[in-house]
């Protein structure tokens, strides 16, 4: 059984950083290319960030652009989200996602979903 775990959310304060990762088990992802998604109250569960099965490309909303990065480690069968100079509007519920091969900006175009994580940034 394929299970997707995010772990690495919680309380901080506006301009801090954080990690988040996401534990994959029951199966290989190599092939698969990963996405962060969030999801506020209220609100619709939006992209953040992918990257593609080989590293090679990556994708990133404009609003996290050049504050958040993404990493893969196969060899963890783990993706990371990086999350600096945090902002208040970052707060949400973070996901993971899994899809073969190319990155998507599109919640439906995912295969395998984590449970989530929160986020919360203080002013």
């Known amino acids: 059984q394929v299970r997707l775990v995010e772990s690495g959310g919680g309380l901080v304060q506006a301009g801090a950083s954080l990690r988040l990762s996401c534990a994959a088990s029951?199966?290989?992802?190599?092939?698969?290319?990963w996405g962060w998604f969030r999801q506020s109250p209220g609100k619709e569960r939006e992209f953040v960030a992918a990257i593609s099965w080989n590293g090679y490309a990556t994708n990133f909303a404009d609003s996290v652009k050049d504050r958040f990065t993404i990493f893969r480690d196969d060899a963890k069968n783990t993706v990371y989200l990086h999350l600096n100079s945090v902002k208040p509007e970052d707060t949400a519920v973070y996901y993971c996602a899994a899809r073969p091969l190319t990155i998507s900006t599109i919640v439906n175009e995912y295969t395998y979903w984590g449970q989530g994580t929160q986020v919360t940034v203080s002013s």
């Open positions: 029951g199966r290989t992802f190599t092939d698969y290319a």
